[in-house]
Structures are given as structure tokens and as C-alpha cells.
């Protein structure tokens, strides 16, 4: 065969080893057969740049089509990188099981050393598997890719503060925000910037119709051009107006107003909705490609935008402000006081910057994150607003105390904790009490990481254990609620305190405290503490759609969900009877032969 190969000119036989039925093992072993072989499968030819873009086709965008490259070493180091992240994320899941927020385990990923657009593909086809296997491996995998493009968002908005103010584009800092508190949602500037575009051009259209002379009708994409007549300006605001407002039925959410998702342009732009500062972000991003520029003003509750009617005026009365929440509607600046109900000074009339800008929609994120309930979301949404916060503006004592007492709450990233709190201390030494007792607490808690305790073991043989009837990895209905979930602990009695089971009532349970409960993962997102005598199998099992059922469970098995090692390593006799309780149900729940009626009595259906 190697004879007969040998003797086809070198092109058709480059064509027969990118054939897509040929893996890499198959190029390998044909490389080694003989010399002409392998100079046919060299480095820089066709045939491993076949073979790495079929393997791996969302890479093909790192690489320029006119350049030359070594393909088989970007094989190989793509290859190796696979299985060393492979690996870091079942050691992850393993080392990491016990912990409620996971903190800086993942610095380990950017130690490997292979390129990041590798780490994060090899992370994807992770994630993009069957959904129904590997469940816990995409569970850490999905936290670790959050992780590294977080790092990577960050260090943009590291170089995005560093240009000169002038430079500086509020929709690419709003843009960044989102991406941070999104990063696993494709979103880029590019995208949002072709949504604006198609606005602009409706806008357009509607000019045409009323001035076909006018100069915003004329300029090209991308042109940096300013229409300078006052009511050729009036005409652009007036048509953005009716495209925006009107048109595609853009409004202010004012009965949701707390949603993170109005902070996020990117949500702007699919739910047509938003607060005051991501509207104007918007409304002013897009009157400048229209040729007529509006400034920012941070307003107190209401952040509005200025437009000025004479040239280089500082006089507040000289100006039209403009309100993005409310339709666009043109105010004088005494009407502007009429939505907050109070006056205020000059001073809150005056432009600010891009930075300033970005300080206040963080703020408002911020601000979200500590009116949350303590949900793990909201956590996350606290300390993805107290990064970028910190990011703009480091030394904010206030902010770096929050950031060290979240952090000392959560049990994550002590030796940070420290190293905020030292900072906090040189900035300002008014803070000792405070600081000193974060030091205290969080050197003990570093020595007692350094001594974890052992995991409970539930057995279902221990005798205290008699009276638990369901096992981790069911599919429940609660009886009274109607929520569809998932079992993923017990224990034989509440375990919860006094005023936790005072509040929930539990002394109306038939059985009140004195029986079985169960952590369930719900449907909705939730995670919960339910009574056995309100927990029922599910008769038709379903897959619990909860972004912690990989932290438990590696598969669902149609019936049941199957634990990983590390849950099974704490109920090591659950899954024997998982399986006998799915057994009886569906013994239970399958006609025998006789009457139809009989039968649906029986299964109680």
C-alpha cells in the first residue's frame, strides 16, 4: 500500500490524507511508514492543518490565512492542553466538593502554561458533550471557563481606564460591565455595534422622508462627523425619538427597576427595557453616529443627558436635558428637579466622564447585589459589581472593607482578605478596629483549613437511619407546593434551628420536626429543606434544570440522576436504593393484564 501511495503525484495524495474519514493516528502512522510519507504530511503542510481544523474548528478564527504555520506542534500543544485540563477539572471536582463558593481554586488553569484560546475550546467541547453525561464535569468546567474570562475581561478594562478620557467610549465601558457579569453569553462590542447600526439605520430612513438634504443622511459608517446646526440636530433627536420610542416600543422598566438584566446593554437591546443610565448609554451612543453630541449627567436617582443650545456655554439654563427613561422627553433644568422632588446644586448639571459613568452603573449593580437575599447569584452578582468597582476606583475604603467582609463570609480567598485589609490600613488607619478583627478571624480561619474536618457518612443500614424512605438522586413532586426536584441529602430529623422551623411552621407537620427532611435541588433554582411526609416520587421523572445538579450528580439515567464519587463518599448505600425505589415505582405505575379500571385504581392514575 505504501508502494502504491508513493507512486501518486504529491497533490493527490495531500487530497487522500485530508480525507475526513483519516484521524491524527491514522496521519501519524502514515508519516512514520516511510520517507515519502512523511515529507507528504510535513509540519507546515495541508494535511495537520486539516487535521487541527477538523478537529477543533472554533480555533480557525486565532489564524490568518496568508501566514504560515507549524501545524503539527499546534496539534500537539492544542492535544496536550486538552488533557491537562481535562485532568485540573476532575482533580477540581474531587478537592473542591465541600465548598459553597469556590474562590481562587482555579488559579491553577492559567499555571499550565498552554495558550488560553486553547484552555477555553477544550472547556467548550466539555461543556457542548451529551448534555445528559459528564454532568460534574461540566459543572466545574463551566466555573473555571467563567473564571478565566473573567480574568481576561478584567485585564480589558485594565487597558480600556488607561486611555485618555477623550478616547474613551461609554458603550465599549458598558459593553465591558456586561461581558464581566455575563462571561459565559457571547457578547461583544462588534455585535452590540451592528445592533446600533440597524437602529441608525431606521433612524435614517425616517430623516430621508423628512430632509432628504440632511447631513446625517450622507456620512459613512464609522465617520466621526458632528451636525452643527442647532435644528438639523432637533430633526435627528426628534426621529430617534420616533424610532426608538415608537417604533421598536423602547421604555423604562419601572416595574422590574431592580433587574441586574436593565444594567446589561446587551439585554437592553434584546428586552427593549432599561433604567435611566443604560438607556442614556445607549440614546447618546446613538445620536454621536448620528452626528449630534449629548454629554452625560450624573443626576442624582435619575441620570439624565445634556444638550447644548448655545457653544461652550456653563450656564445649566443654557442646556436641554434629556431623558432616556422617559421617551426622550426634553427638560429645562428647573423640570429636572420636578422628578427627584428636591433641588439640588449647579454642580449636578455639569458632564462627567466615561469613568464616572461606569462608577455609577457598577454602583447600581452593586447596590442590587445587597438588596439579594443572600442567594448564591446574588453573592456573585456582589462580588462581580465590587471587582469592576475596585477596578475604576482602588482605593474606595468603603468598598474594599465590603469586598474583604464578603469574602470572609463566603470562607473564600483568605489570604487576600489579608492582603485587603492591609491596603485598607495604609489608606486609612480610622479603620483598625474593623480591620483588626477581619485579621483576627480570618488567620484563625486559615488555620483551619489547614486541619478539614471529614465528611459525615450517612449510612441507610445505621439503625437512627430507619426511617428515611428516599434516597439522593430521585426525582420528588412536593405534594403541597407542586415544585418538581431532585434529592440531594438527608438527614433523619431537622436539623435546622429553632426559629428557622418556627417560621416554617414545621409544628403543623403531621410529624412536625421529629422525622426525615431532604435537600432537594428545585426546578425553579432554588434549593430547599423539605419534610418526607411532603415529598412524593415523581411519576414521570424529568431532568431538574438547577445549575448545582453537576455538583452532585454525573448523569441522568432517564428515571433517576446518578451520583458522582465525591456525593456517593458521603451516602455510599444510597444509590442501591435510588435504584429499588425507581424499580418499585415503576412496577407500581405498569398495568397488569385485567380490567382497564382495575387497573387505573390500583396505580391511582
Known amino acids: 500500500m505504501a508502494q502504491m501511495l508513493t507512486d501518486l503525484p504529491a497533490e ?24 515519502w510519507l512523511h515529507d507528504a504530511c510535513y509540519a507546515r503542510g495541508k ?16 489564524y490568518r490565512q496568508n501566514e504560515s504555520y507549524d501545524w503539527l506542534k499546534e496539534f500537539r500543544t492544542r492535544h496536550i492542553a486538552g488533557l491537562q485540563i481535562r485532568r485540573t477539572v476532575v482533580s ?34 466539555i461543556l457542548n458533550s451529551d448534555r445528559r453525561s459528564s454532568l460534574t464535569l461540566k459543572y466545574y468546567a463551566k466555573k473555571i471557563l467563567y473564571f478565566l474570562r473573567q480574568k481576561n475581561i478584567l485585564r480589558s478594562l485594565k487597558v480600556f481606564l488607561e486611555q485618555p478620557p477623550e478616547q474613551q467610549s461609554a458603550l465599549e465601558g ?3 460591565v456586561d461581558q464581566y457579569c455575563n462571561p459565559l453569553a457571547e ?80 439585554q437592553v437591546l434584546l428586552r427593549r427595557t432599561g433604567i435611566p443610565i443604560s438607556l442614556s448609554v445607549l440614546y447618546m451612543t446613538l445620536a454621536r453616529k448620528l452626528g449630534v453630541h449629548l454629554e452625560p449627567v450624573n443626576f442624582p436617582n435619575h441620570f439624565l443627558l ?82 469592576l468597582y475596585l477596578t475604576i476606583n482602588p482605593d474606595n475604603v468603603q468598598y474594599l472593607l465590603l469586598q474583604a467582609r464578603l469574602y470572609f463570609h463566603l470562607g473564600i480567598w483568605p489570604e487576600k482578605v489579608l492582603d485587603i485589609l492591609q491596603h485598607i490600613q495604609a489608606l486609612d488607619p480610622s479603620q483598625y478596629g474593623a480591620v483588626g478583627y477581619l485579621v483576627q478571624h480570618t488567620l484563625e480561619h486559615i488555620q483551619h483549613k489547614k486541619h478539614p474536618v471529614e465528611p459525615d457518612v450517612k449510612r441507610r443500614s445505621a439503625l437512627e437511619h430507619r426511617d428515611v424512605q428516599y434516597s439522593v438522586g430521585l426525582i420528588m413532586k412536593h405534594k403541597r407546593s407542586g415544585y418538581n426536584c431532585v434529592i440531594y441529602g438527608w438527614d433523619p430529623k431537622c436539623t435546622m434551628s429553632q426559629e428557622w422551623i418556627t417560621t416554617m411552621r414545621v409544628h403543623q407537620l403531621t410529624n412536625g420536626a421529629n422525622q426525615p427532611f431532604y435537600n432537594v435541588l ?3 433554582g432554588t434549593c430547599r429543606y423539605a419534610a418526607q411526609e411532603n415529598l412524593e416520587p415523581h411519576s414521570a421523572p424529568l431532568e431538574i434544570g438547577h445549575s448545582e445538579v453537576g455538583r452532585y450528580f454525573s448523569e441522568f439515567s432517564e428515571t433517576h440522576y446518578i451520583a458522582n464519587d465525591e456525593l456517593l463518599t458521603r451516602y455510599p448505600e444510597d444509590m442501591a436504593e435510588t435504584l429499588g425505589t425507581v424499580q418499585e415505582l415503576y412496577h407500581r405505575l405498569t398495568p397488569s393484564p385485567g380490567n382497564d379500571r382495575q387497573n387505573a385504581q390500583a396505580t391511582g392514575l
Open 12 to 35: 493527490l495524495l495531500e487530497y487522500i490524507l485530508c480525507s475526513p474519514v483519516l484521524s491524527h493516528v491514522d496521519i501519524s502512522s502514515v508519516s512514520c511508514s516511510c520517507k
Open 47 to 62: 494535511v495537520w492543518e486539516h487535521q487541527f481544523k477538523l478537529r477543533w474548528p472554533r480555533l480557525q478564527k486565532y
Open 92 to 125: 477540581i471536582s474531587r478537592r473542591f466538593f465541600t465548598e459553597v463558593v469556590l474562590g481562587d481554586s482555579f488559579a491553577e488553569i492559567e499555571s499550565l502554561g498552554a495558550p488560553e484560546h486553547f484552555c477555553e475550546d477544550e472547556l467548550l467541547s
Open 174 to 176: 458598558a459593553v465591558l
Open 187 to 266: 457578547i461583544t462590542l462588534e455585535i452590540i455595534s451592528v445592533q446600533l447600526d440597524d437602529i441608525v439605520d431606521k433612524v435614517r430612513k425616517l430623516l430621508r422622508v423628512t430632509n432628504p438634504s440632511h447631513p446625517s443622511l450622507r456620512a459613512l459608517p464609522g465617520d466621526c462627523f458632528a451636525v452643527e446646526d442647532f435644528e438639523l440636530q432637533r430633526q435627528v433627536v426628534g426621529a430617534l425619538n420616533a424610532v426608538l420610542y415608537e417604533q421598536l416600543q423602547y421604555k423604562g422598566n419601572e416595574c422590574d427597576f431592580y433587574n441586574p438584566m436593565n444594567s446589561y446593554i446587551h
Open 306 to 387: 445634556r444638550w447644548c443650545q448655545r457653544e461652550r456655554s456653563g450656564d445649566i439654563y443654557d442646556y436641554v436635558y434629556v431623558d432616556a427613561f422617559g421617551k426622550g422627553k426634553q427638560l429645562t433644568a428647573k423640570e429636572c428637579e420636578y422628578l427627584i422632588g428636591h433641588q439640588v446644586t449647579a454642580d449636578y448639571y455639569s458632564a462627567i466622564s466615561t469613568t464616572k459613568v461606569l462608577l455609577r452603573m457598577v454602583g447600581n449593580l452593586l447596590n442590587i447585589g445587597k438588596r439579594g437575599e443572600g442567594t448564591e447569584k446574588s453573592y456573585q452578582l456582589l462580588r462581580d459589581s465590587l471587582d
Open 522 to 524: 428545585v426546578q425553579d
